[in-house]
């Protein structure tokens, strides 16, 4: 790279070292043509010709030198006086040296870069209110369930017993479908600052499991679903995301399992994997994922038919548990059989950390 820089800084003033070497060639033979006609000395008159010689060669150079770089100082200046504006790195476009074309395309470049990272930023405000919008219609339904509940409890009070019982669980289902929405939307909010909020550890994966589904406890005994956690395993992770994610794949069992007849299981299956770690498949017997569906389930704000069905989904509850495993480190895959049911593998690695650690380079280098 030093070697290069010297060479562009020569042949950037190799016409300066051309005219420097004509000016000595003329002296010298100035001077020899004096001392063979007066080998006394040189005269006055000898030196001024040199002089004037000498300041009409520099004259002409840079006259020449002007014109050549007229094009890229006036692109120049005027890209300055415009600096406020996002066009300006792009105005020089007529660089002659080296040195000046490697300053355009130094701008060219970070145009380039700010333009993208602009981008970046309006798809990701884009996302935002796409989002925003999306929740606050998901929020309406609880909301008009409860006032549809109120206005039919002071049209008629619930007189038994079993009608005051269905209220309440009624209230309760809708209460609850209202923190998940709040739940989600707190930790999407939070992705952007996620890598800065991660507390890896050894954990008990299995009471991880055993504490999210007993925060779930009520909504599965209600639509007769029952879970069974087979194994056990510890696992480097960060037990709070890892919650968020596991929340995440018991509501969509319970969502999508709650339409069919009969008792449901939902089985979380923790077994070790190759290569040391362990993995944890979370099968649920609900309603499946159509195969034309399966590729995208994971992209933001994709509901797919059975979002369209259900008419609950936002479309950012699994591209949230797709992203919190990549932050930690974790391989995430889906199978689904339609009308079957649909299973959830999370692969905890021994390297998770480390692969923390790439992620969090590859980050870096992208921004």
């Not at 003033?13 to 100035?30: H, K, Q, S």
């Not at 069919?260 to 290569?275: H, V, Y």
């Not at 797709?322 to 059989?337: M, P, T």
Request: charged share 25%.
């Amino acid at each position: 790279m030093r070697g290069a820089s010297a060479t562009m800084f020569l042949r950037d003033r190799l016409v300066y070292a051309l005219v420097i070497l004509l000016m000595i060639g003329l002296g010298a033979g100035l001077m020899l043509l004096e001392r063979a006609r007066n080998p006394e000395g040189i005269g006055t008159g000898t030196i001024s010709y040199f002089v004037i010689l000498g300041l009409f060669f520099a004259g002409v150079w840079l006259a020449v030198d002007y014109i050549r770089q007229r094009a890229y100082y006036k692109q120049l200046k005027h890209a300055v006086e415009r600096s406020g504006e996002l066009q300006a790195a792009v105005i020089v476009q007529s660089a002659v040296t080296s040195e000046q074309r490697l300053v355009m395309r130094l701008l060219q470049e970070q145009h380039s870069a700010y333009l993208n990272e602009l981008g970046r930023y309006r798809r990701q405000q884009e996302q935002h209110n796409h989002f925003v919008l999306q929740w606050v219609h998901h929020m309406k339904t609880p909301v008009s369930v409860i006032d549809l509940l109120v206005q039919d409890t002071l049209t008629q009070l619930p007189v038994t017993e079993e009608e005051q019982k269905q209220l309440a669980l009624s209230l309760q289902e809708e209460a609850e479908r209202m923190t998940r929405g709040l739940d989600l939307m707190l930790n999407t909010a939070r992705l952007d600052k996620f890598r800065m909020d991660l507390h890896f550890r050894q954990t008990a994966l299995h009471e991880l499991v055993r504490t999210v589904m007993n925060a779930h406890k009520r909504l599965c005994i209600r639509h007769s679903i029952f879970p069974q956690i087979e194994g056990e395993a510890w696992v480097e992770t960060d037990g709070k995301w890892m919650t968020v994610v596991l929340n995440q794949f018991v509501s969509n069992a319970i969502k999508y399992s709650k339409g069919k007849p009969g008792t449901k299981k939902l089985i979380f299956r923790l077994e070790p994997d190759t290569g040391g770690g362990s993995k944890l498949s979370v099968t649920d017997e609900g309603i499946g994922i159509a195969p034309h569906d399966l590729s995208r389930i994971f992209d933001p704000f994709f509901t797919g038919e059975n979002g369209r069905e259900a008419g609950e989904s936002t479309g950012m509850g699994l591209y949230l548990a797709k992203q919190v495993c990549s932050g930690l480190g974790h391989r995430l895959s889906v199978e689904s059989k339609l009308g079957e049911g649909t299973t959830f593998t999370v692969f905890f690695h021994p390297r998770s950390i480390h692969a923390l650690g790439d992620n969090r380079e590859q980050d870096m280098h992208f921004r």
